[in-house]
């Protein structure tokens, strides 16, 4: 095929399948410095999966004369200077043009400003984040749901880090509401990791359950079921997963009380709304912080998951409490991390949680479960 490929080439886009079921659905093209040294990267995107392919100013022309010969009909390149168009027709033919850029162009990509990798790539289509509103069927990201598509990538990384070699996990999702994060991980661990997989939703929404069941029957999810329960009523002994995602206020200590009976393996929570120090913090001695609503507000919060980390600590899970996003995308940005260890109960933990509550004058659900058996 006779196609004059620019030099110089700075960005570009490759689109108009060939074939309804070829491989590839698109690709993007994209110059980056890499060691100082500049590479044209060359994505091609399936619906699941990103391939990433780095050529030379030398080898570019034959990758993309290729790409165009086999796989599609239309690309853009930008140059600094030019926009070029191709089309091909029906019968093969090339067509093209050129097109003065409005301003001159400077889009080469640094390794300090290239844009983030996520687990879950823009342009990738997650069928049931079109569903729930996050996606576009094109694989865009909505705009009003960044913050949500970031959180979710974020949690995505904290559990792939913990479970590289597990094979099969039994997982549930306390108060997993319209379970962005269930499906999610259902799909990447079953989709793309091939892993074996059942996953839980619970939620006391009836209405949010039902639709999240004809979505999962909708793309064949067999093994992910969701239930109308309360969270503090939930029984079972073979969990090896729990996750939280801002369930609120005690419902993340009655998840957490769950793993601790159940010495459920990976603890990922990220808790919200806690409401119930904040209630009854009245002591003089925090005047200083109690007599600003928001101080008040953030200091009941930091103190609750403190304790609720120490007291998994001591109850044999090697324990982080790590932010797992900006604040600015979501003031709700602590996750507490907890693998199961089975190490032995240091007392001067607990010694040093009964210290806390005793002087701030008040009680924590988790402590209250744990220690002193509530009903």
């Not at 599609?72 to 930008?78: K, R, S, T």
């Amino acid at each position: 095929m006779d196609i004059n490929i620019p030099s110089n080439i700075l960005k570009g886009t490759i689109s108009g399948k060939k074939k309804k079921d070829q491989k590839y659905e698109k690709a993007k093209i994209q110059r980056i410095a890499n060691d100082n040294k500049d590479i044209i990267q060359v994505s091609l995107f399936t619906q699941k999966q990103v391939f990433h392919t780095n050529c030379s100013d030398d080898d570019i022309n034959d990758k993309l004369i290729e790409l165009l010969s086999n796989e599609f009909n239309n690309m853009e390149l930008v140059t600094s200077d030019f926009t070029y168009s191709y089309r091909i027709t029906s019968k093969g033919k090339v067509l093209s043009n050129r097109k003065k850029n409005k301003e001159e162009c400077f889009v080469c990509v640094t390794e300090q400003n290239r844009k983030k990798a996520y687990i879950l790539e823009e342009g990738i289509m997650v069928p049931a984040l079109v569903d729930l509103g996050v996606m576009t069927p094109d694989g865009r990201v909505v705009k009003s749901s960044y913050d949500k598509y970031k959180q979710i990538n974020r949690f995505l990384e904290t559990i792939d880090d913990e479970i590289k070699n597990e094979k099969y996990l039994k997982i549930i999702d306390f108060g997993c509401g319209k379970s962005y994060l269930t499906f999610i991980l259902y799909y990447y661990l079953v989709e793309l990791k091939h892993m074996d997989c059942d996953i839980i939703g619970l939620d006391l929404k009836e209405d949010v359950i039902d639709n999240c069941n004809k979505i999962a029957e909708k793309y064949g999810y067999d093994h992910l079921k969701f239930f109308k329960g309360d969270v503090a009523q939930y029984k079972d002994s073979n969990v090896d997963m729990i996750i939280t995602l801002h369930a609120c206020d005690t419902a993340t200590d009655y998840a957490l009380y769950h793993a601790v009976n159940m010495k459920c393996k990976y603890i990922f929570s990220v808790p919200c709304c806690q409401h119930e120090i904040n209630a009854e913090l009245e002591s003089d001695k925090l005047h200083v912080i109690n007599k600003f609503g928001i101080l008040k507000e953030r200091f009941s919060a930091l103190t609750t998951d403190a304790i609720r980390a120490n007291i998994l600590q001591y109850f044999g899970y090697k324990t982080q409490v790590m932010e797992f996003v900006d604040i600015e995308n979501s003031p709700k940005n602590l996750l507490i991390r907890a693998e199961y260890k089975n190490l032995p109960k240091n007392e001067k933990i607990k010694e040093e949680i009964d210290s806390l509550l005793n002087m701030l004058d008040v009680k924590q659900k988790l402590y209250e479960l744990l220690f002193n058996k509530e009903d």
